[in-house]
Every structure is written in C-alpha cells, then in structure tokens.
C-alpha cells in the first residue's frame, strides 16, 4: 500500500484547510486510512481513522468538532477537512492505515507529511 499526501499550507487561527491522502490498492484492498500529526518537539500522534467497511469513524480529543475525516472510493481517496484550526494544529500530517480503540494506532504503512502551520 503507498499514501500521498497533500494539502497542506499556512492558514490563520480560524481558518480552514483540506488534506487529501490518494491510496494504492485502494479499490482492492480497501484499508481503514486515517491521519497523524508530529509537532516539533513531540511525538507523532494519531489524529482520525476511517474505517474500509462502514465508515466508522474516531477522533481524537483535541480535534472533535473542528476536523471531519471522509473518503471517496471511486478517487482512491481520504480527506481531512480541519475547520476552526488553532496554532497548536501546527505540526506535519501524515496519512496512513490505520486502526483504532481509545486512540488511533498506525498499522504499517506511513505517507509522506504535508506541512500545516497556524499562525497569525
């Protein structure tokens, strides 16, 4: 499986921005894909998770409300629109398979990050 990512940018406090994850294998193998952010300084974490089947959905704490995860089969496809976004959102996005119980997990593939900077 390889993920691109893309999307990233600058954006003010409030602002909004859209990444995109384009899958291989997606229509065969249909992994659960989700989104990680590293900031400087910190450990990479989990973001959001979308399931391959139902399209459950998790996410963590710090982005509920503010960030949708969504994915669009036929373009091979996951999104992250990211609304509301704060200076602690600053960090790199990276896509990935994913899974998910109390927090989103990374299950073996990794994307190349697209960087997201906040600031005023």
């Known amino acids: 499986v390889q993920l691109q990512a893309s999307g990233g940018g600058l954006v003010q406090p409030g602002g909004s921005l859209t990444l995109s994850c384009v899958v291989s294998?997606?229509?065969?193998?249909?992994?659960?894909v989700g989104w990680f952010r590293q900031a400087p300084g910190k450990e990479r974490e989990g973001v959001s998770c979308i399931s391959s089947g139902r399209d459950s959905t998790f996410y963590a704490d710090s982005v509920k409300g503010r960030f949708t995860i969504s994915r669009d089969n036929a373009k091979n496809t996951v999104y992250l629109q990211m609304n509301s976004l704060k200076p602690e959102d600053t960090a790199v996005y990276y896509c990935g398979t994913c899974g998910y119980g109390d927090r989103v997990y990374n299950t073996g593939y990794w994307g190349r990050g697209t960087q997201v900077t906040v600031s005023s």
């Open positions: 294998e997606f229509t065969l193998n249909r992994p659960a």
